[in-house]
């Protein structure tokens, strides 16, 4: 079902996409400009081998497109991660074993009906697997109201927020059964949330853009925020390296996991 629900947003956003493929966009005259759908692909691996060995590897995948009646988003996101770690073996004895220590893979899509040229209807889902995160999965899907504040050339501003309807699984608790620790399964919880969406957008320079998007999913048993800010400098046209700062919270996690998770990195950008 979680699944299903990405797949029907996505394909309707692309249905809505052919229909109108030029783009609005709001400059401080009023006047509109017109593109199809855009989009960035972003990519960052590090290895380290020698007296420590480790591999990190993200990649990042999003499409947005706008015109006269549909504001739509896609996006995927990949994050897996291998390093040293210290084990206790079948003997007693701890030992370092090479071993993965990130894995975690999002993807989502909003479907946006222009009621005027800066206020719409959007509808969203998103579906998120970390191995090493509080929840092991979780799913959401909303429908709200959205309004863009701000859009020129230099910098553009959106909100969105609207009641939504979010399922997730609880990572596996640790638990001592006849003096060994196992993992026992959590049960899957589902609940309603209140959805925000804060995106702003700032040219700094010719070739220097700063990003950052909060998300929130608010309910009674789980709250999860999620922000993420970047900084990108243009190469060329279509490449630009990109700093990126992430920070996640999940307010009910098990006992040994934290709330906050952060992730940094340095993606090399392709722009089409």
Known sequence: MKNTSLAVLFVSALAAGGTHAQEVAIDPSGAPTNSGWSGSGEFGFASARGNSRSENLNAKLGLTQENEL?????????LRSKGEVSVVDANGN???QFSTTAN????????GYKLDPRSYIVGAGRYEHDDFGSNLWQSTVSLGYGYIALKNQRTELSFEIGPG????????????V?????????ETVGEGVARGLVNYKYRLTDNTAFEDTLLLEAGSKNKYYQNDA?????????MALKLGFQ??????????TQS?????????VYNF
Do not use: H
């Open 70 to 78: 549909w504001k739509n988003n896609f996006f995927l996101n990949g």
């Open 230 to 238: 970047g900084l990108s400098v243009s190469m060329t046209k279509k």
């Open 247 to 256: 920070v996640r919270y999940n307010s009910d996690t098990q006992p040994g």
């Open 260 to 268: 906050t998770d952060t992730l940094t990195t340095t993606n090399l």
């Open 94 to 96: 701890t030992v370092s």
């Open 165 to 176: 309807y979010k399922r997730y699984r609880p990572a596996d608790e640790l638990q001592d």
């Open 104 to 111: 975690r893979y999002e993807g989502g899509a909003s479907v």
């Open 178 to 186: 006849g003096g060994v620790t196992v993992p026992v399964r959590q």
